[in-house]
């Protein structure tokens, strides 16, 4: 996924707070495809990701007044998208993350069939034994490509936060899957 030119974005989003519709449609096709991808992966669900792009670019239109320019527009919009996704997430309300249920390849046998699904249900269980900033960050690092810069920026912290966050997460994920593989 190329990344728009943020000055070009600026302009967009300038034109926007003018009520320029021309201009959120073309901000739109620049940042529509990455919000979706944000919100699919945290929402596991097509149609609700497509509905969070279309409740962003809703309260992007509604509040562009309110980009001041102190972050990266896309840092910005996906701030935006962000909180309209743990909004639908917390209205779900507690629940574990579905695994994928996958043929076994066809040169596994069943046991590592059944040790890759104890495996993957581990690291699960590992990730979700994260906190909720912790999990985000590394998520947004990993997952969405985002500087530290832009992840401090999301989570209203300091950098050097968002480089302590990652180190513990990364370190408690590993401990928890030495531990697996202790016990399992």
């Known amino acids: 996924m190329v990344k728009p030119d943020p000055e070009a974005a600026r302009r967009l989003l300038a034109r926007i707070a ?9 901000l739109h096709r620049l940042f529509a495809r990455r919000v979706f991808a944000f919100a699919v992966q945290r929402l596991r669900d097509e149609a609700a990701a497509e509905e969070v792009v279309a409740d962003t670019f809703f309260e992007l239109w509604r509040f562009a007044t309110r980009f001041r320019g102190e972050s990266q527009p896309s840092t910005w919009i996906l701030g935006i998208a962000r909180n309209i996704v743990s909004n639908r997430l917390r209205a779900r309300g507690p629940e574990m993350d579905e695994l994928d249920e996958e043929m076994p390849a066809e040169d596994l046998g069943v ?5 890759q699904k104890e495996l993957r249900e581990g690291i ?4 979700g034994a994260l906190s909720d900033a912790h999990r985000e960050c590394l998520m947004l690092v990993f997952y969405e490509g985002l500087s530290l810069a832009e992840v401090a920026a999301l989570q209203d ?5 968002v480089k302590t966050r990652l180190f513990h997460a990364r370190k408690n994920i590993k401990d928890c899957v030495d531990r697996l593989r202790e016990h399992g």
């Open 18 to 26: 003018e009520r320029d519709e021309a201009a959120l449609r073309e």
């Open 111 to 115: 046991f590592e069939a059944f040790a």
């Open 124 to 127: 699960l269980r590992c990730m």
């Open 157 to 161: 912290c300091p950098e050097n936060t």
